[in-house]
């Protein structure tokens, strides 16, 4: 993810002061960073987002899906990748099948909202420029 001979330890550290209280944070803070990333003079290469899923069972998945409708879902996942692969996946979840756990990786493949948010990194870092 980072060009070939960066040596440097990064870290990005982050704090919410607030948010609307209707979505967890945690998707957002995820893309957020590499957004600082991509715009800074650190060689990051690819563009990262995260997304939570959740699963509720009259509805099906829910991608970063409300407070509210987390109460009900039977999945809490959080996952985070690049357009063309992902990096992490960590959750749990409450008696659902293979099948449908592997639904969930629809949501990398490409045109999937994983895909579409990277590919709009890009287009946000020609706009802005880098530091």
Known sequence: MFEKGWAN?????????????????????????AAALLVSDIPLTKAVAGVQVGYIPDSGFVVNPTVRQMQQSQLDLMMAGTADAVLMIEGFCDWMTEEQMI???????????????????FLMVDVAGVV
């Open 103 to 121: 639904q969930v990786g629809h949501f990398w493949r490409p045109k999937g909202c994983q895909h579409t948010v990277c590919s709009d990194w």
């Open 9 to 33: 330890e990064t870290q990005i550290l982050e704090w919410v002061f607030s948010y609307d209280g209707i979505h967890e944070p945690e998707p957002l803070a995820i893309t957020a960073a």
